[in-house]
């Protein structure tokens, strides 16, 4: 809760000044956006839609024909519908994970970031979500899985868990923007449209910053980043168990469910990183996302490099020192074979990050953020690996079959993330991206370089003092 | 000049294969020859579990803890190729006895593998006749891995409708309503924000 001294200077909760001027110009660079639109916005907007327009019509070319129009067969019958959703997935794990954790221990470096986080999970779920209808090929059948589906199956855990995570996701996000909507009705009522104006309205509950609401919206979202921490572990598990619970060589593993979910946070981080980039750049924020959540992001990244790496030792190690089944066919796959191209660039994608961000010189802003393109490109690949991988292992006597994604799924694929990109486009300009009475409340200005106090890894010795002599 | 090049290069080519064939033929001709006999069952039903047994033995006697592999020859879409259904071991009278269970109708050819080791060379022996297999058993079973009362067989009581699918599925709906109740209770609280609010505004301070 915040406090004004009798001076009319606010603090924090920690005591930290928040002079009025300050937070003025955050509310002001926070809500412009939702106030004015450039011209270049609607081209942005247009070419989009255009995009999707062209997924649209591929889909509907896909459902007039069938599946033929993919590169999917009998024997590779996954492919980069399945790979775009597990990444999808997985990116949206990161967002609500870290922001719920962070609140929990009352971590604060991250408030200004949290807001992108929450979108990113509830976006990258209502895309991700898509992609099994589009993988079905008859759409309509999908109300089969509700009239027929049976508790033993993955697919119907799949579908609740997704479904229960989207929803505490889309509740977790709502409520700490209570007060930001409140600040958009009070702030932006006489200067936007009526509809914006209603909106703003409606949204913000009838918030007054009363005593009695403040208690009521700390408990529901004390409630909600409690619930919401195992419902995302749960999520990329039971995704990890589509393929786990399915009898093939590759996936015949226990280690599946934990390197699910790392991996899901390690994409997550990275797109939260690369977002966080680009809505700074673009909305001004650069006084309010500075370099120390880059810094922590980065830092958290590299350690998430590290698990990576460590998962994919452990993995590799234990299976190829057994080498059943179709374990040597796998390992050739991947090493040397058709697989090698996808293989050595997610290793490589994998162990960048580390070189990136180990080293001071390169541990910057623009290092961190090519670092975090390198995760996304190499989590992409590890999904086409998992997935296509996995099929290829003959089960019985015959050749491997090859996969290549036609232009439909590229098409569909492009129109996907052109859809993600869309919606955080449009709830840019209806959402604060940065929760302000957060960010004024528990964390203030940003300290400069030269205020953060860095503390030596080993105490420093304090030279002797000779007694004064009289 | 380049004829001649080629010409020449096959004749090297020919020459290192016949060393290599007389190098490989000496190693195999150090290895003593090893014989197969082979009983199978003329005759058995669908789903019935047939023990087979093949005995091993050389010019010196049985052959002992010798690995053979009980084989029918199986074709599957374009592809073809030997499928090992049962795996056993010589014992002291150089006996080994492997047990599969009959999962396709018709006649199967089953043969026995040894395949050779340092001192014995490789040998197989073909069943004398082909082993009928009759029945309409169905194989499938539904129901595979672990299995929960509750939570993936019928529970007592004889529940139907709602309550019988519920019941299906206690744990996962056990723990579904754990969740939604908590999402519950932030929207009761989030309504409390609204009751708030209204109060606030009905009593202006």
């Known amino acids: 809760m915040d406090a004004v001294s009798s001076k009319g200077m606010q603090y924090t909760d920690q005591g930290r000044p928040v002079p009025a001027e300050w937070r003025e110009d955050l509310e002001n660079r926070v809500l412009a956006p939702l106030a004015k639109t450039t011209w270049r916005y609607f081209v942005w907007i247009g070419f989009l839609l255009a995009i999707i327009a062209l997924a649209v019509v591929m889909y509907i070319r896909q459902l007039n024909n069938g599946l033929i129009e993919t590169g999917m067969r009998d024997r590779i019958s996954w492919g980069l519908y399945i790979i775009s959703f597990v990444f999808f997935i997985g990116i949206s794990h990161a967002g609500t994970l870290l922001s719920a954790i962070l609140r929990v221990v009352k971590a604060r470096w991250q408030l200004p970031v949290t807001r992108m986080a929450e979108f990113i999970t509830v976006v990258a779920l209502m895309v991700g979500a898509l992609f099994p209808l589009i993988d079905l090929g008859r759409i309509d059948r999908i109300v089969n899985i509700v009239q027929y589906g049976r508790w033993q199956s993955p697919l119907v855990w799949d579908l609740l868990a997704i479904t229960t995570y989207l929803t505490g996701s889309a509740l977790y996000l709502y409520l700490p923007l209570i007060p930001d909507f409140a600040l958009c009705r009070d702030r932006l009522g006489a200067t936007t449209s009526a509809w914006k104006r209603s909106f703003f309205t409606i949204a913000a509950a009838g918030w007054k910053g009363t005593p009695g609401q403040r208690k009521a919206l700390d408990r529901a979202m004390t409630i909600m980043m409690v619930v919401i921490i195992p419902v995302a572990v749960s999520v990329h598990t039971v995704v990890s168990w589509l393929f786990a619970m399915t009898l093939r060589e590759p996936f015949n593993t226990t280690v599946f469910g934990a390197y699910f979910v790392a991996g899901a946070i390690f994409s997550g981080v990275a797109a939260i990183i690369i977002l966080m980039a680009v809505l700074r750049k673009v909305l001004h924020l650069e006084d309010y996302i500075t370099k120390n959540q880059f810094m922590a992001l980065g830092i958290f990244l590299l350690a998430m490099s590290l698990v990576m790496v460590y998962f994919n030792l452990s ?16 390992f050739h796959d991947l090493m040397v074979g058709y697989l090698a191209p996808f293989f050595w660039g997610y290793i490589i994608g994998v162990i960048a990050p580390v070189l990136i961000i180990a080293f001071p010189p390169t541990r910057t802003i623009k290092g961190i953020v090519t670092a975090a393109v390198f995760v996304l490109v190499a989590m992409w690949l590890e999904r086409y690996i998992i997935v296509v991988g996995g099929f290829r292992v003959p089960l019985m006597p015959y050749d491997a ?29 209806f959402f604060p991206m940065v929760s302000v009475w957060e960010v004024v409340e528990h964390r203030g200005p940003e300290p400069d370089e030269s205020e953060v106090v860095h503390h030596p890894v080993t105490p420093r010795m304090e030279a002797p003092v000779a007694p004064e002599v009289a | 000049m380049k004829m001649r090049s080629l010409q020449i290069g096959a004749c ?19 290895q003593q020859q090893a014989t197969l006999s082979f009983t199978a069952p003329a005759s058995a039903t669908l789903g019935d579990q047939v023990t087979v047994q093949a005995k091993l033995t050389s010019a010196a006697g ?20 030997d499928m090992v259904v049962a795996r056993g071991v010589t014992d002291g009278q150089g006996q080994a006895t492997g047990t599969f269970e009959a999962r396709s109708t018709g006649s199967l050819q089953l043969k026995v593998v040894f395949s050779g080791n340092d001192t014995y060379a490789a040998t197989t022996a073909t069943a004398t006749a082909p082993m009928a297999v009759s029945g309409n058993e169905q194989l499938y079973v539904p129901d595979i891995g672990i299995r929960l009362r509750g939570l993936n067989t019928t529970p007592t009581g004889q529940a139907t409708g709602l309550a019988h699918w519920f019941l299906s599925g206690w744990p996962i709906g056990a723990v579904l309503t754990l969740i939604w109740s908590m999402y519950a209770a932030a929207v009761f609280f989030m309504s409390r924000v609204v009751a708030e609010g209204e109060r606030a505004t009905e009593t202006p301070s």
């Open chain 2, 62 to 81: 049985p052959i002992v803890k010798a690995p053979v592999q009980f084989v029918v020859p199986t074709t599957f879409l374009n592809g073809s190729g």
């Open chain 1, 315 to 330: 993995e590799y190690v234990t299976t190829g020192y057994k080498m059943e089944a179709g374990a040597p066919f796998h």
């Open chain 1, 401 to 429: 079959r090859a996969y290549a994604p036609t232009f439909t799924e590229w098409a569909i694929f492009a129109g996907a993330v052109a859809l993600f990109l869309l919606i955080i486009s449009v709830f840019v300009k």
């Open chain 2, 12 to 30: 090297l080519v020919a020459v290192a294969t016949a060393v290599l064939a007389s190098v490989s033929g000496a190693s195999a001709a150090g």
